[in-house]
């Protein structure tokens, strides 16, 4: 049996998240998305603590999709965070920000993301990202045994 692709996306726009959960519908491995709205929620959902601290351990997502500007614990934080763990410090991780700024760029890479990816706009822009990271991050790119 297949196991089925889960990808956390880690947003607080409402209309990004819609946008995103619209083109991942069409996609060709449909993966199970997982939605989020800030940092500290993000840890949480992967770490099973705080509001998540009841759910049953589960997999780790094949990827995260990770926006820079959120409330509270921002995105460089939650990607430091996560690369400090043993448990996450292998999970794929994409920013996908409206940011261009250099000092992001170069902190993403700094604390081991994997892409930068600066939000198209437009649907059909934004779909075409979306079927590419899907291709890349989800069919031909192999994973780290878990």
Excluded: C
């Amino acid at each position: 049996m297949t196991k089925v692709s889960q990808v956390l996306l880690v947003e607080d726009n409402e209309d990004d998240v819609e946008l995103a959960l619209h083109a991942f519908s069409g996609s060709r491995v449909t993966p199970e998305i997982k939605v989020v709205h800030d940092g500290e929620e993000a840890l949480e959902f992967l770490w099973h603590t705080g509001r998540y601290a009841d759910q049953e351990a589960r997999d780790l997502p094949s990827l995260i999709l990770l926006d820079l500007q959120l409330p509270g614990i921002g995105g460089l934080e939650v990607l430091r965070r996560l690369r400090e763990r043993p448990e996450t410090r292998r999970v794929p991780v994409v920013i996908l920000t409206t940011s261009d700024a250099e000092a992001d760029i170069i902190g993403g890479y700094d604390r081991g993301v994997n892409s930068y990816i600066r939000k198209p706009v437009g649907f059909a822009s934004f779909s075409e990202m979306v079927q590419q990271l899907e291709h890349y991050w989800l069919i031909t790119n192999l994973a780290p045994p878990s």
